[in-house]
């Protein structure tokens, strides 16, 4: 079970931290991801990091303002937004992926668990 938490309403600029509460794996055998979804689009990849937090991902339309970090210790994935933009407004949805370390998988069909998602407003 995979659990988000952290979104709001932010203005343009702000910053927001989510996080996502794993419960019931192994969380250190997953990779892990956030995803997006905005109203009317598909669903689309942000940001991946490994099993071992070694390796990170980033969609080039949230590089150097999104950080993504993994504690293994308390099964927990979080996602540091920065710089927030109006476009950025979505569904925010973790996942986890069972995979070898080093792996950090940007599409979303090979996740095989998925939270509820947690929204994140920016406004302009």
């Known amino acids: 079970k995979l659990v988000e938490s952290g979104g709001g309403l932010v203005q343009a600029g702000g910053s927001l931290r989510l996080s996502c509460a794993a419960s019931?794996?192994?969380?250190?055998?997953?990779?892990m991801g956030w995803f997006r979804q905005a109203p009317g689009k598909e669903r689309e990849f942000v940001a991946a990091?490994?099993?071992?937090?070694?390796?990170?991902n980033y969609a080039d339309s949230v590089k150097a303002r999104f950080t993504i970090s993994r504690d293994n210790t308390k099964s927990t994935v979080q996602l540091q937004m920065n710089v927030l933009k109006p476009e950025d407004t979505a569904v925010y949805y973790c996942?986890?992926?069972?995979?070898?370390?080093?792996?950090?998988?940007?599409?979303?069909?090979?996740?095989?668990?998925w939270g509820q998602g947690t929204r994140v407003t920016v406004s302009s």
């Open positions: 996942a986890a992926d069972r995979t070898a370390d080093g792996v950090t998988p940007t599409t979303a069909r090979v996740y095989d668990y």
């Open positions: 019931g794996l192994t969380f250190s055998t997953f990779a």
């Open positions: 990091i490994s099993r071992s937090g070694i390796t990170k």
